[in-house]
């Protein structure tokens, strides 16, 4: 699939250059040359090993390179159940401030996504706030993943409500580090106010990058740490530690926006925002990236 975004030219095969950013009105936008980190397995002896292969199963080039379910409990083990319960009540109600002044940024994000027809997995999909911005179009087949099977009814309520048909959606128990879909499977993966509270960043977006298929899409919205230096990043290093054992693990200095750039996405599109309503979290980046 071709990339949706409107990107410069790219530079000849092998020629790299470092990223280049340019700020305006509070926003970067960041544009990566092509890089080759596919992260694809190898095979391991191959050569030695042909004499073997009438005899041995080969292990599937489709398959994560963890179980997702070994994953699942490695990273996230189940917690009480009336714990999970309860945090998926208090996303459902305590983010609706914070939705209503993302909303205009989503908008602009997912205008950006053709979703007509396409295989989308939504990672961290939550009470489903996504939903109404692209899951109304024809042959739309979402799978959404999240560790807690208790966001599993509300975003199933939400998908009904955007307009996606039951059967189009299927909910998935699953932690970003070993995602429950196929080797370039997906058109789009979708994930907002994830990066904070996965276990391995880089092997999030890795596994995000394995799922996409050629020109397939990242979309994206992150709260990062604030510039060094700052009295909100003094007061983020501050309450990290609580707010990880408070918010499921969510880290507030993490730099989202430099980890996706080392994926190796053959082109990027990055804007930064701060909102007015979630002081410790207010630093945002949002934006779009092609494998």
Known sequence: MPCLVALPPMA???????????????????ALPCGCRCGRRHLIGAFSAAALLPLLAPSSPAAPPIDPEVMLERVHPS?????????????????KSY?????????????QLS???????ELGVGTGPNFKYYASGNGVNVIGVDPNKHMEDY????????????SSFTFKRGVAEALPAEDNSMDAVIGTLVLCSVN???????????VLKPGGLYLFVEHVAAPDGSLLRFVQSAFDPLQQFVADGCHLTRKAGENIRDVGFSSLSLDSVRLSNAYIISPHVYGVACK
């Not at 002044?101 to 908008?107: L, M, N, Q, T």
């Not at 979703?115 to 997995?121: D, H, M, V, W």
């Not at 998908?159 to 039951?166: F, N, R």
């Open 99 to 111: 939705e209503a002044e993302i909303a205009g940024y989503k908008a602009k994000l997912f205008s």
């Open 115 to 121: 979703a007509e027809g396409k295989n989308i997995l």
């Open 12 to 30: 000849r095969p092998g020629w790299r250059r470092p990223s280049t950013s340019v700020t305006r009105r509070g926003r970067t936008l960041a």
């Open 200 to 210: 391995n960043i880089d092997m999030a977006l890795r596994e995000i990058y394995r």
């Open 155 to 166: 975003a199933r309520t939400a998908a009904v409500s955007a307009g996606l048909p039951s």
């Open 79 to 95: 917690r009480p159940d009336w714990y999970e319960e309860f945090y998926a009540t208090a996303m459902d109600q305590g983010m």
